[in-house]
Protein backbone atom coordinates (compact mmCIF):
# COMPACT_ATOMS: atom_id res chain seq x y z
CA UNK A 1 0.00 0.00 0.00
CA UNK A 2 1.76 3.30 -0.82
CA UNK A 3 2.55 6.10 1.73
CA UNK A 4 -0.27 8.33 1.79
CA UNK A 5 -0.12 12.01 3.01
CA UNK A 6 -2.89 13.65 5.61
CA UNK A 7 -5.04 16.91 3.72
CA UNK A 8 -4.13 18.66 6.42
CA UNK A 9 -0.40 18.18 6.27
CA UNK A 10 -0.15 18.54 2.39
CA UNK A 11 -1.80 21.66 2.98
CA UNK A 12 0.15 23.15 5.37
CA UNK A 13 3.12 21.86 3.57
CA UNK A 14 2.77 23.43 0.44
CA UNK A 15 1.69 27.10 2.45
CA UNK A 16 5.04 26.33 4.09
CA UNK A 17 6.64 25.98 0.60
CA UNK A 18 5.06 29.12 -0.77
CA UNK A 19 5.96 30.81 2.41
CA UNK A 20 9.93 30.16 2.69
CA UNK A 21 9.72 30.78 -1.44
CA UNK A 22 8.50 34.48 -0.70
CA UNK A 23 10.56 34.92 2.29
CA UNK A 24 13.30 33.66 0.18
CA UNK A 25 12.68 36.06 -2.59
CA UNK A 26 12.07 38.98 -0.62
CA UNK A 27 15.23 38.77 1.31
CA UNK A 28 17.27 37.69 -1.91
CA UNK A 29 15.70 41.00 -3.39
CA UNK A 30 16.14 42.89 -0.22
CA UNK A 31 19.88 42.19 -0.07
CA UNK A 32 20.52 43.27 -3.57
CA UNK A 33 18.68 46.10 -3.85
CA UNK A 34 20.60 47.06 -0.35
CA UNK A 35 23.99 46.92 -2.34
CA UNK A 36 22.92 48.55 -4.84
CA UNK A 37 21.50 51.30 -2.92
CA UNK A 38 24.51 51.49 -1.01
CA UNK A 39 26.85 51.56 -4.39
CA UNK A 40 24.50 54.25 -6.01
CA UNK A 41 24.81 56.42 -2.74
CA UNK A 42 28.16 56.21 -2.72
CA UNK A 43 28.61 57.14 -6.36
CA UNK A 44 26.20 59.52 -5.93
CA UNK A 45 27.12 61.29 -2.49
CA UNK A 46 30.79 60.07 -1.79
CA UNK A 47 32.00 59.86 -5.26
CA UNK A 48 30.40 63.37 -6.13
CA UNK A 49 31.06 65.30 -2.84
CA UNK A 50 34.88 64.07 -3.20
CA UNK A 51 34.82 65.77 -6.80
CA UNK A 52 33.16 68.60 -5.27
CA UNK A 53 35.73 69.02 -2.83
CA UNK A 54 38.91 68.52 -4.77
CA UNK A 55 37.88 70.88 -7.51
CA UNK A 56 37.03 73.61 -4.14
CA UNK A 57 40.54 72.57 -3.55
CA UNK A 58 41.73 73.82 -6.86
CA UNK A 59 40.19 76.83 -6.94
CA UNK A 60 41.75 77.42 -3.40
CA UNK A 61 44.98 76.37 -4.43
CA UNK A 62 44.87 78.47 -7.12
CA UNK A 63 43.51 81.61 -5.35
CA UNK A 64 45.93 81.50 -2.83
CA UNK A 65 48.89 81.44 -5.34
CA UNK A 66 46.94 84.96 -6.66
CA UNK A 67 46.40 86.21 -3.54
CA UNK A 68 50.29 85.11 -3.02
CA UNK A 69 51.72 86.91 -5.87
CA UNK A 70 49.71 90.40 -4.58
CA UNK A 71 50.81 90.25 -0.94
CA UNK A 72 54.06 88.85 -1.24
CA UNK A 73 53.47 86.86 2.17
CA UNK A 74 52.71 83.30 2.89
CA UNK A 75 49.95 83.96 4.78
CA UNK A 76 47.36 81.10 6.22
CA UNK A 77 48.06 78.22 4.04
CA UNK A 78 45.83 76.35 6.85
CA UNK A 79 42.33 77.10 4.83
CA UNK A 80 43.63 75.12 1.65
CA UNK A 81 44.90 71.95 3.49
CA UNK A 82 41.53 72.15 5.67
CA UNK A 83 39.71 70.84 2.74
CA UNK A 84 42.06 67.33 2.75
CA UNK A 85 40.17 66.48 5.83
CA UNK A 86 36.54 66.07 4.21
CA UNK A 87 34.83 63.15 5.34
CA UNK A 88 34.30 62.32 1.20
CA UNK A 89 37.97 61.83 0.78
CA UNK A 90 39.01 59.20 3.57
CA UNK A 91 38.71 56.62 1.19
CA UNK A 92 41.02 57.79 -1.50
CA UNK A 93 44.92 58.28 -1.77
CA UNK A 94 46.08 61.94 -0.88
CA UNK A 95 49.48 61.42 0.19
CA UNK A 96 51.38 62.63 -3.29
CA UNK A 97 48.67 65.68 -2.98
CA UNK A 98 49.53 66.28 0.42
CA UNK A 99 53.10 65.85 -0.59
CA UNK A 100 52.81 68.32 -3.04
CA UNK A 101 51.12 70.72 -1.19
CA UNK A 102 53.85 70.65 1.61
CA UNK A 103 56.46 70.99 -1.11
CA UNK A 104 54.50 74.07 -2.47
CA UNK A 105 54.13 75.58 1.30
CA UNK A 106 57.54 75.08 1.36
CA UNK A 107 58.93 76.67 -1.72
CA UNK A 108 56.34 79.87 -1.15
CA UNK A 109 57.45 80.60 2.75
CA UNK A 110 60.95 80.96 1.66
CA UNK A 111 62.13 84.58 1.38
CA UNK A 112 62.98 85.69 -1.74
CA UNK A 113 61.62 82.42 -3.69
CA UNK A 114 61.06 82.47 -7.49
CA UNK A 115 57.91 83.46 -8.83
CA UNK A 116 58.34 80.41 -11.19
CA UNK A 117 58.99 77.89 -8.50
CA UNK A 118 56.35 78.78 -6.95
CA UNK A 119 53.78 79.05 -9.92
CA UNK A 120 55.56 75.69 -10.84
CA UNK A 121 54.84 73.76 -7.12
CA UNK A 122 51.27 75.49 -7.43
CA UNK A 123 50.61 74.00 -10.52
CA UNK A 124 51.90 70.72 -9.64
CA UNK A 125 49.28 70.48 -6.24
CA UNK A 126 46.07 71.67 -8.94
CA UNK A 127 47.37 69.05 -11.15
CA UNK A 128 47.53 66.34 -8.85
CA UNK A 129 44.25 67.44 -7.15
CA UNK A 130 42.91 67.23 -10.99
CA UNK A 131 44.21 64.05 -11.65
CA UNK A 132 42.42 62.45 -8.40
CA UNK A 133 38.83 64.06 -10.11
CA UNK A 134 39.64 62.72 -13.52
CA UNK A 135 40.36 59.51 -11.74
CA UNK A 136 37.07 59.82 -9.73
CA UNK A 137 34.91 60.37 -12.93
CA UNK A 138 36.65 57.66 -14.58
CA UNK A 139 35.78 55.11 -11.42
CA UNK A 140 31.71 57.07 -11.71
CA UNK A 141 32.07 55.94 -15.57
CA UNK A 142 33.16 52.77 -15.01
CA UNK A 143 30.97 52.18 -11.96
CA UNK A 144 27.25 53.23 -13.70
CA UNK A 145 27.66 50.58 -16.23
CA UNK A 146 27.56 48.04 -13.57
CA UNK A 147 24.95 49.65 -11.40
CA UNK A 148 22.97 49.24 -14.59
CA UNK A 149 23.79 46.18 -15.36
CA UNK A 150 22.82 45.17 -11.14
CA UNK A 151 19.60 47.17 -11.98
CA UNK A 152 18.78 44.81 -14.90
CA UNK A 153 19.70 41.71 -12.91
CA UNK A 154 18.03 42.42 -10.08
CA UNK A 155 14.37 43.37 -12.27
CA UNK A 156 15.22 40.12 -14.35
CA UNK A 157 15.89 38.36 -10.77
CA UNK A 158 12.73 39.30 -10.01
CA UNK A 159 10.60 38.54 -13.27
CA UNK A 160 12.52 34.55 -12.78
CA UNK A 161 11.31 34.46 -9.12
CA UNK A 162 8.10 35.55 -10.18
CA UNK A 163 8.05 32.80 -12.93
CA UNK A 164 9.56 30.30 -10.41
CA UNK A 165 6.58 31.20 -8.15
CA UNK A 166 3.83 30.89 -11.08
CA UNK A 167 5.17 27.47 -12.05
CA UNK A 168 5.20 26.14 -7.97
CA UNK A 169 1.81 27.64 -7.35
CA UNK A 170 1.02 26.01 -11.02
CA UNK A 171 2.16 22.60 -9.50
CA UNK A 172 0.56 22.50 -6.06
CA UNK A 173 -2.44 23.29 -7.59
CA UNK A 174 -1.58 20.43 -10.18
CA UNK A 175 -0.84 18.11 -6.89
CA UNK A 176 -3.89 19.80 -5.62
CA UNK A 177 -6.26 18.31 -8.27
CA UNK A 178 -4.49 14.88 -8.23
CA UNK A 179 -4.62 14.35 -4.74
CA UNK A 180 -7.53 15.69 -3.75
CA UNK A 181 -10.05 17.58 -6.31
CA UNK A 182 -9.76 14.95 -8.51
CA UNK A 183 -10.39 11.89 -5.84
CA UNK A 184 -13.47 14.14 -4.56
CA UNK A 185 -15.04 14.38 -7.68
CA UNK A 186 -14.73 10.35 -8.51
CA UNK A 187 -15.71 9.79 -5.26
CA UNK A 188 -18.38 11.83 -5.26
CA UNK A 189 -19.77 10.81 -8.94
CA UNK A 190 -19.31 7.16 -7.41
CA UNK A 191 -21.54 7.94 -4.56
CA UNK A 192 -23.98 9.54 -6.95
CA UNK A 193 -24.19 6.25 -8.79
CA UNK A 194 -24.59 4.27 -5.53
CA UNK A 195 -27.87 6.50 -4.24
CA UNK A 196 -28.91 6.14 -7.45
CA UNK A 197 -29.53 2.59 -7.50
CA UNK A 198 -26.24 1.40 -9.47
CA UNK A 199 -24.38 -0.92 -6.90
CA UNK A 200 -22.30 -2.43 -9.43
CA UNK A 201 -20.55 0.69 -9.88
CA UNK A 202 -16.60 0.80 -8.94
CA UNK A 203 -15.91 2.93 -5.86
CA UNK A 204 -12.27 4.92 -6.66
CA UNK A 205 -10.07 4.47 -3.57
CA UNK A 206 -6.95 7.26 -3.66
CA UNK A 207 -6.02 10.55 -2.92
CA UNK A 208 -4.45 11.79 0.65
CA UNK A 209 -5.40 9.61 4.18
CA UNK A 210 -8.57 10.96 4.80
CA UNK A 211 -10.14 11.12 1.02
CA UNK A 212 -8.60 6.84 0.95
CA UNK A 213 -10.14 6.18 4.15
CA UNK A 214 -13.37 7.95 3.42
CA UNK A 215 -12.99 6.04 -0.18
CA UNK A 216 -12.74 2.75 1.98
CA UNK A 217 -16.05 3.82 3.79
CA UNK A 218 -17.75 4.41 0.53
CA UNK A 219 -16.65 0.97 -0.79
CA UNK A 220 -17.45 -0.69 2.24
CA UNK A 221 -21.04 0.35 2.54
CA UNK A 222 -21.65 -0.36 -1.10
CA UNK A 223 -20.04 -3.89 -0.51
CA UNK A 224 -22.66 -4.37 2.37
CA UNK A 225 -25.57 -2.39 0.38
CA UNK A 226 -24.72 -4.84 -2.45
CA UNK A 227 -24.93 -7.95 -0.58
CA UNK A 228 -27.78 -6.70 1.56
CA UNK A 229 -29.37 -6.06 -2.04
CA UNK A 230 -28.86 -9.66 -3.36
CA UNK A 231 -29.41 -11.46 0.02
CA UNK A 232 -33.09 -13.08 1.27
CA UNK A 233 -33.16 -11.45 4.74
CA UNK A 234 -35.26 -14.43 5.79
CA UNK A 235 -33.59 -17.22 4.65
CA UNK A 236 -30.06 -15.52 3.70
CA UNK A 237 -29.80 -17.44 0.37
CA UNK A 238 -29.42 -15.22 -2.82
CA UNK A 239 -32.78 -13.29 -4.01
CA UNK A 240 -34.55 -12.91 -7.21
CA UNK A 241 -31.48 -10.44 -8.73
CA UNK A 242 -28.84 -11.90 -7.17
CA UNK A 243 -30.12 -15.32 -9.35
CA UNK A 244 -30.68 -13.63 -12.83
CA UNK A 245 -27.11 -12.37 -12.23
CA UNK A 246 -25.76 -15.28 -11.68
CA UNK A 247 -27.93 -17.58 -14.68
CA UNK A 248 -26.78 -14.53 -16.88
CA UNK A 249 -23.24 -15.20 -16.10
CA UNK A 250 -23.24 -18.87 -16.29
CA UNK A 251 -25.29 -18.90 -19.81
CA UNK A 252 -22.63 -16.64 -20.78
CA UNK A 253 -19.65 -18.98 -19.43
CA UNK A 254 -21.53 -21.74 -21.25
CA UNK A 255 -21.99 -19.95 -24.59
CA UNK A 256 -18.16 -19.30 -24.26
CA UNK A 257 -16.69 -22.51 -23.12
CA UNK A 258 -19.34 -25.07 -24.78
CA UNK A 259 -21.07 -26.38 -21.78
CA UNK A 260 -23.95 -27.87 -20.13
CA UNK A 261 -25.18 -26.91 -16.37
CA UNK A 262 -29.08 -27.73 -14.65
CA UNK A 263 -31.87 -25.14 -13.13
CA UNK A 264 -34.03 -26.41 -10.46
CA UNK A 265 -37.07 -24.49 -9.89
CA UNK A 266 -38.34 -25.82 -6.07
CA UNK A 267 -41.65 -24.73 -4.57
CA UNK A 268 -43.14 -26.28 -1.05
CA UNK A 269 -46.04 -28.11 -1.04
CA UNK A 270 -49.42 -26.54 0.24
CA UNK A 271 -47.61 -23.61 1.99
CA UNK A 272 -50.20 -21.33 2.11
CA UNK A 273 -52.10 -24.31 4.02
CA UNK A 274 -48.96 -24.34 6.14
CA UNK A 275 -49.40 -20.47 7.01
CA UNK A 276 -53.14 -20.72 7.65
CA UNK A 277 -52.62 -23.65 9.91
CA UNK A 278 -49.34 -22.72 12.26
CA UNK A 279 -49.31 -18.96 11.35
CA UNK A 280 -46.64 -17.27 9.98
CA UNK A 281 -44.07 -17.26 12.08
CA UNK A 282 -44.05 -20.74 11.51
CA UNK A 283 -44.33 -20.10 7.99
CA UNK A 284 -40.76 -18.28 8.12
CA UNK A 285 -39.20 -20.86 10.42
CA UNK A 286 -40.64 -23.85 7.88
CA UNK A 287 -38.76 -21.13 4.78
CA UNK A 288 -35.57 -20.90 7.09
CA UNK A 289 -35.29 -24.93 8.00
CA UNK A 290 -36.20 -25.81 3.89
CA UNK A 291 -33.71 -22.90 2.60
CA UNK A 292 -30.62 -24.99 4.82
CA UNK A 293 -31.66 -28.77 3.60
CA UNK A 294 -31.30 -27.19 0.10
CA UNK A 295 -28.01 -25.47 0.82
CA UNK A 296 -26.54 -29.13 2.47
CA UNK A 297 -27.45 -30.77 0.07
CA UNK A 298 -25.93 -29.36 -3.10
CA UNK A 299 -22.92 -29.57 -4.55
CA UNK A 300 -19.87 -26.68 -3.72
CA UNK A 301 -20.08 -25.32 -6.98
CA UNK A 302 -24.20 -25.24 -7.16
CA UNK A 303 -25.70 -22.17 -6.47
CA UNK A 304 -28.95 -21.83 -4.52
CA UNK A 305 -31.42 -18.70 -4.14
CA UNK A 306 -34.97 -17.93 -2.69
CA UNK A 307 -36.86 -16.89 -5.56
CA UNK A 308 -39.85 -15.66 -4.12
CA UNK A 309 -42.05 -16.61 -1.58
CA UNK A 310 -42.05 -20.57 -1.08
CA UNK A 311 -40.31 -21.16 -4.04
CA UNK A 312 -36.37 -21.29 -4.48
CA UNK A 313 -34.56 -22.14 -7.55
CA UNK A 314 -31.03 -23.48 -7.63
CA UNK A 315 -27.99 -23.18 -10.77
CA UNK A 316 -26.00 -26.24 -11.45
CA UNK A 317 -23.17 -25.84 -13.09
CA UNK A 318 -20.99 -28.46 -15.48
CA UNK A 319 -23.94 -31.21 -14.75
CA UNK A 320 -26.16 -33.63 -17.25
CA UNK A 321 -29.63 -34.98 -16.86
CA UNK A 322 -28.70 -38.13 -15.38
CA UNK A 323 -26.81 -35.92 -12.26
CA UNK A 324 -29.27 -33.07 -12.57
CA UNK A 325 -31.70 -36.04 -11.43
CA UNK A 326 -29.93 -37.22 -8.47
CA UNK A 327 -28.97 -33.96 -6.95
CA UNK A 328 -32.97 -33.00 -7.59
CA UNK A 329 -33.74 -36.45 -5.50
CA UNK A 330 -31.19 -35.81 -3.01
CA UNK A 331 -32.43 -32.18 -2.07
CA UNK A 332 -36.29 -33.96 -2.18
CA UNK A 333 -35.59 -36.38 0.48
CA UNK A 334 -33.30 -33.85 2.59
CA UNK A 335 -36.61 -31.54 2.59
CA UNK A 336 -38.57 -34.45 3.33
CA UNK A 337 -36.62 -35.83 5.61
CA UNK A 338 -36.64 -32.58 8.15
CA UNK A 339 -38.55 -33.18 11.95
CA UNK A 340 -41.19 -31.69 12.31
CA UNK A 341 -40.84 -28.74 15.04
CA UNK A 342 -43.18 -28.64 17.98
CA UNK A 343 -46.32 -26.65 16.47
CA UNK A 344 -45.64 -27.43 12.85
CA UNK A 345 -45.47 -30.04 10.71
CA UNK A 346 -43.67 -32.31 8.40
CA UNK A 347 -42.62 -30.64 4.90
CA UNK A 348 -42.24 -31.79 1.07
CA UNK A 349 -41.56 -29.74 -2.20
CA UNK A 350 -41.95 -30.50 -6.03
CA UNK A 351 -38.88 -29.66 -8.04
CA UNK A 352 -39.03 -28.96 -11.91
CA UNK A 353 -35.32 -29.54 -13.53
CA UNK A 354 -34.04 -28.19 -16.69
CA UNK A 355 -30.78 -28.37 -18.81
CA UNK A 356 -28.70 -25.82 -20.85
CA UNK A 357 -28.87 -25.54 -23.85
CA UNK A 358 -31.01 -28.49 -24.72
CA UNK A 359 -34.16 -26.69 -22.73
CA UNK A 360 -33.16 -22.99 -23.89
CA UNK A 361 -30.17 -20.87 -24.09
CA UNK A 362 -31.55 -17.81 -21.90
CA UNK A 363 -33.05 -17.50 -18.54
CA UNK A 364 -36.64 -17.36 -19.53
CA UNK A 365 -36.56 -20.09 -21.54
CA UNK A 366 -34.66 -22.38 -19.15
CA UNK A 367 -36.75 -20.96 -16.02
CA UNK A 368 -40.13 -21.54 -18.28
CA UNK A 369 -38.80 -25.09 -19.12
CA UNK A 370 -37.98 -25.96 -15.22
CA UNK A 371 -41.63 -24.32 -14.22
CA UNK A 372 -43.41 -26.61 -16.53
CA UNK A 373 -42.05 -29.91 -15.18
CA UNK A 374 -42.42 -27.91 -11.73
CA UNK A 375 -46.06 -27.84 -12.64
CA UNK A 376 -46.44 -30.93 -13.95
CA UNK A 377 -44.68 -32.67 -10.45
CA UNK A 378 -47.57 -31.03 -8.32
CA UNK A 379 -49.84 -32.09 -11.30
CA UNK A 380 -48.75 -35.64 -10.44
CA UNK A 381 -48.97 -35.40 -6.55
CA UNK A 382 -46.23 -33.28 -5.37
CA UNK A 383 -43.26 -34.17 -3.39
CA UNK A 384 -41.60 -35.37 -6.83
CA UNK A 385 -39.18 -34.52 -9.07
CA UNK A 386 -39.84 -33.74 -12.92
CA UNK A 387 -36.56 -33.42 -15.28
CA UNK A 388 -35.80 -33.45 -18.95
CA UNK A 389 -35.79 -37.33 -19.86
CA UNK A 390 -37.42 -38.13 -16.65
CA UNK A 391 -41.21 -38.10 -16.49
CA UNK A 392 -42.11 -38.51 -13.04
CA UNK A 393 -39.89 -39.27 -9.86
CA UNK A 394 -43.21 -40.20 -7.45
CA UNK A 395 -41.58 -40.25 -3.64
CA UNK A 396 -40.86 -43.77 -2.07
Known sequence: MPRRTHLRSRVLLLTAAFSLVLLA?????????????????????????AIATLESLIRAQNGFRAQLGSSGGIGDYRVVEQLLDNASLRSIDTRRLRARMRAFEGIAGEPGARRADIDATSNAVADEAQSIVNARKSEIARTLPELERDTSAMMLSGLAVAWIIIVLSFAGVQTMLRKVVRPLEKLSAAASQIAAGNLDSEVPIGGDVEIYRLGQAVSSMNRKLAEHARTDELTSLPN???????????????????????????????????????????????????????????????????????EFAVILPEIDAAALAVVAERVREAVEGLPA????????????????????????????????RLYEAKKSGRNRVVGPGVATTATA
Open 240 to 310: FRAFRERIEGEIERAARYPAVFGVLVLDLDHFKKYNDTFGHLAGNDALQRVAGAVRESLRTPDFAARYGGE
Open 341 to 372: PAGGSSLSVSIGAAIYPIDGNTPEALFHAADE
Open 25 to 49: TTFGLSWRAKVSQERWSRLISVETE
